[in-house]
């Protein structure tokens, strides 16, 4: 088969993954990114073992976990501090065949982006149509025009290959709360496990990155609003969690002002079809959940590699498509629902409500809980029958 190319829209995590996933089978490969470099914004990541069962196949599992923090273990605590329910990452591990990894954003990125040839990278490229005139595929962006095999638009929650493939599409939809992000500086002595603590439509997170800082998060039930960043950022996370028990003022203390981010939370109603001819949706722009399971880039690294497999082999792209979206669209859109389920008992208010979600928390033993995550942590990669 002649060397076949593919045009690339969007860098973040599920595009280099799935550069480096068709680069490795021998395609030739252009990532169009919009900003002016191949960057992440400063917080953590939480990637599971499904998602390094996909970095294996990318070749990349080793150095993911080497740039990242595995903790031996965390789990929810409520309001006043007690623990709800506990995970342990040795479990995990001997469950799944890796651990959870933590690590920055900023490093997965810049990882991804060294395993691709560095003239495959193109910033300061935004695509502004995609199209298929009978003969070419044609992609239009700010450097001119590229007229590839295949389009994998992977160009996150409000993609613009979306609305060229499926203007019919429902837009996103805001979940019904906001998440803030930060790390802090490098603590002498951050705390042992991490942790999720659950109140009343409100949650704070925190869970260690390499080098003693720590990555925090926190959620609030509210009307949407802009994203925002900054001081005055800090300065609600502290009207709000201050009070909240050890070591969370602890850790608001350790953020720098300026470093915390707040983004609304959105997900993607599902999609009739990720693909139409010889493009396909990726990642968030196919399927943006809510980060409730610590999921939706651990589905794009599972998209990109099943999509790579679909395609090898087969000269017949649109074929190819048609089998990545009959594999990836069921699983993903189940991974969006029950998200989506986790965050709605998460940000519960109603006093009497959080009471039975706590008991019901305190009473479910911890493999029970582990052993329902099966069906999203025990993903195998096609073809894969070493890790099956
Ligand atoms: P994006 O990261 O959105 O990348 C899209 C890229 O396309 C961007 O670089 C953008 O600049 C570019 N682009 C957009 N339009 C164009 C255009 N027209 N032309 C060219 N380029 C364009 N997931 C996990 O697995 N674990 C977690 O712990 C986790 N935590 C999260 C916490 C929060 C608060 C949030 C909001 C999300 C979290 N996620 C998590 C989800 C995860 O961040 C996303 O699912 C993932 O980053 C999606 O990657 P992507 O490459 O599909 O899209």
Redesign the pocket.
Known sequence: MPQRAATI????????ATAIALHRRGWRVEV????PE?T?VG??????PN?LRALEVLGLADTVRALGAVETGGGVRDRRGRWLSRTDNAELTRRFGHPLV?LH?ADLLRALAEALPADSLRSG????AVRDDGQHLVVE?RGGESRPDLVVG????????RRAVRPDAVGPRYAGYT?W?MVTEPLAEPPSEGAATWGRGARFGYTALPGGRMYC?ATASRPPAEAASGPSEHAELLRRFASWPEPIPALLAAVPPDAVLR?D?YDLPPLPSFVRGRVAL????AH??T?NL???????LEDAVTLAHCLDGTPDVAAALRSYDLVRRPRTQAVTRRSARLGAVGQLSWPPAVLVRDTAARLTPAWVTLRSMTPVLGWTAPGDRATG
């Open positions: 829209v969007g860098g973040g995590i599920g595009g280099l169009l990114e919009r900003a191949f992440e917080a953590g990541i939480s990637l599971w998602a933590v954003r490229s935004e695509v502004t962006h992977a160009d996150g929650l409000r993609s613009a290959v998440a992000r998060f983004h939370l990726l990642g968030d722009a943006a959940m980060p610590g999921q939706g880039a651990c589905q794009a």
